[in-house]
């Protein structure tokens, strides 16, 4: 018989490993806000998103629902450590004044280019080698106020041919890596285990390498 080896604990915070994404939605003088958070997940052609709710982020999506979601990669981790402590928000709400601080062009103090999108106006992270534009569809309030789960509808894929499985619409798992938040520390992916029953890409990637 196995012995039960668990015990009961009280994490402070529970990123069991999550990935990392880079929002940038625009603000009301038409200008990029850029912030990186921890709580995204995927489901067909919709992505739901996790924000505070006093964030300059949910204020900007809930008067205009345009945004691009950008996945960062391992190599990205001190530009968004950067981000972290910046807040677009102008005062700095009072529960973040101790942590945070504001920060008007979070592209320039994070190191990251701003790149065009083609079917929404806030701008693209030129560094992040997956972008999807999107647009909101609804946004409902959690945790007695203090959050948002956010859904969005994906309306374009931007991909960097090094992860794009030559001659299809598939990413690569054998090369993109997302960057993955781990109980505060940043990890890449580790090297590949197996594939799920409906991989696509399974027999591809096999025959390319």
């Not at 973040?96 to 320039?108: G, H, L, N, S, W």
Request: proline content about 8%; hydrophobic content about 40%; aromatic content about 6%.
């Amino acid at each position: 018989m196995k012995i039960d080896t668990h015990r009961v604990v009280r994490p402070s915070i529970l990123y069991f490993g999550t990935p990392v994404v880079l929002l940038t939605t625009e603000n009301g003088d038409g200008t990029a806000n850029l912030a990186p958070i921890s709580s995204a997940w995927a489901l067909g052609q919709h992505i739901v998103l996790g924000l505070g709710a006093e964030s300059r982020t949910a204020r900007n999506l809930a008067e205009r629902p345009e945004l691009v979601i950008n996945a960062a990669s391992p190599e990205l981790w001190e530009h968004v450590e950067r981000l972290a402590p910046l807040t677009g928000a102008d005062p700095v709400p009072e529960s973040k004044r101790a942590v945070y601080r504001y920060e008007r062009d979070k592209f320039a103090a994070a190191g990251l280019t701003p790149a065009d999108s083609d079917l929404v106006k806030p701008p693209r992270v030129a560094e992040c080698a997956l972008q999807m534009e999107a647009r909101v569809r609804a946004m409902t309030p959690g945790g007695a106020g203090l959050f948002f789960s956010v859904e969005c509808d994906v309306l374009r894929v931007h991909a960097d041919e090094r992860i794009v499985v030559p001659g299809t619409h598939h990413i690569d798992p054998a090369v993109w890596s997302p960057l993955i938040y781990n109980f505060r520390h940043y990890h890449g992916l580790t090297p590949e285990v197996g594939h799920g029953f409906r991989s696509e890409t399974a027999g591809i990637t096999a025959r390319v390498a």
